[in-house]
Structures are given as C-alpha cells and as structure tokens.
C-alpha cells in the first residue's frame, strides 16, 4: 500500500509528565510517522500522521479509548483546515449552519493567508466570495495568499487601482491558472457592458475567482450564493458588523 496522511486529535483531560512520550512511542511501535504535531485550542493536540497501513491507524484508536488521560476527537484523512490547525495551533472560525463560510479576523491575517493561498493551489473551477469592511486587509490577503500559491494575480475590476474596470484582458491575463480578482461592487454599480461580458467569460473559465463583497455582486447580478464554492469573513473584531450601506455610497458619487 501507498503512504497515506491522517490526522488525529485527542483532547487531554490530565496532561501528565510522559503522556506525549507515551503516545509517541505507541506510534513509533506501530512505524507510524508523526508529520507535524502541535496544541490546537485549548488541552487539546493535534498531529498529522503518515502509514502505508490503513489497519495500524484503527488498531491505534481502539488502544487509545483505553487511556483514561485522553479523549480522541478526530481520526480522519486530513482536511485542509485540520493541516492548518496543527500547522497555526487553531481552528478557523466556521459558520455552524453554513459550512461553507469561515470567519477570520485582522489579526488572523497570517492564517487567512495561509487558508487562501491553499485554496489557491487548487485545479479547475472554483468562486470564493471575500465579506469585510473597508480597509480591513481583503485584496492585501488576496495577493499574499497568491504568492503563497505562486500564481499570478489578475484585476478585474478594484478600487485599489482607483476603481478600476477592465473591459478586455491581455491574452497572458486569460490564463486559467491566474487568480482574477473582482470587487463586486464595482463590477455591478460601475460596469459597462464590455465589462460585464467579460466577467461572464472569466465566470466560465476553469479558473480560480475571487469576489470581494459577494452579498452586492449576488444583489446586482444574474448570479447566486450557489456559485459561490467558499465565503470568507474579514472583520476587524469578532463583533463587527459589514454593512453595505456606510460605504457603497461612495463608489456611486464618482459615477
């Protein structure tokens, strides 16, 4: 068999001296390589393991139920955001009803980053929808997380280039494996048709689309919350509301 990853987690209910050395060791019998270990939360660890035996990672965790000290809570092929717990010794926020929206604050940027440029690495199709107020770091986290992913960035439309609108790309910024960046509030309230025509183009590629304020690009356009893969909050506290109305005035006053 191949080597494949699975991350487990337990949660610690008395950390005494030896207990990581106990567990590690109960791995290193069974010649299961421990990747990448770190405390996510709180008392509880995480730890990306590596077997080219499927049968020793269940034998694993029926001999850890019987550990009093420890409770495991996640034996699974790893997620994405299980990598970057481990890797960030936290969780990302997730809306408990919408599994698909992750909520990120400022001084989460570095996680946000890191989330994005994975996402980022990702073939093929996929609409990722960026919620914040202005000024909190949506477009900076954009281009980070595609150098994290190495790819190149696209604008088509932004009010970091002094609202800019783009009615025709070059044939290099056609590619799919660019990263196009569209704020959906200058897409929709100061488009033209040329524009419009080619945001449809760039909706049907194959390609990897990011659209800041998602709420006013769904409200004014033909398409839904269904095309959206993934939605991301940026706030600059946990109890910051986004309200469209304190700023979209201002990019309807230079029209």
């Known amino acids: 068999m191949e080597y494949k990853e699975w ?17 590690a060791s109960m791995l290193g019998m069974l010649e299961v390589n421990i990747l990448t270990i770190n405390g996510v939360e709180d008392k509880t660890r995480g ?61 989460e940027l570095g996680l946000l980053v890191d989330f994005l440029g994975e996402l980022f690495k990702r073939e093929g199709n996929q609409v990722i929808g960026l919620r914040g107020m202005p000024r909190v770091g949506k477009t900076e986290s954009i281009i980070a997380g595609s150098v994290c992913a190495m790819k190149r960035w696209t604008f088509v439309s932004s009010t970091m ?44 590629m194959p390609s990897t689309k990011v659209i800041e304020h998602p709420d006013i690009f769904v409200r004014e356009s033909e398409y839904t919350y269904d095309d959206f893969d993934i939605l991301i909050e940026l706030r600059n506290n946990p109890s910051e509301e986004i309200l469209y109305d304190t700023f979209t005035i201002s990019y309807s006053d230079d029209l």
């Open 161 to 204: 280039l002094r609202q800019t609108v783009r009615s025709q790309l070059a044939e290099d910024e056609m590619n799919p494996n660019n990263i196009f960046i569209i704020d959906g509030i200058v897409s929709t309230i100061r488009s033209n048709e040329k524009h419009y025509n080619l945001l449809k183009d760039i909706m049907t």
């Open 7 to 23: 991350y487990m987690e337990y949660k610690i209910h008395k950390n005494r001296p030896g207990l990581l050395g106990d567990i």
């Open 47 to 107: 730890m990306l393991l590596e077997t080219n035996d499927d049968e020793k990672i269940m034998l694993m965790g029926e001999m850890l139920k019987k550990v009093e000290n420890i409770t495991v809570t996640a034996l699974r092929s790893p997620r994405l955001v299980d990598k970057l717990a481990v890797r960030h010794g936290r969780y990302i926020d997730r809306d408990s009803d919408d599994r698909k929206t992750f909520r990120f604050t400022r001084d």
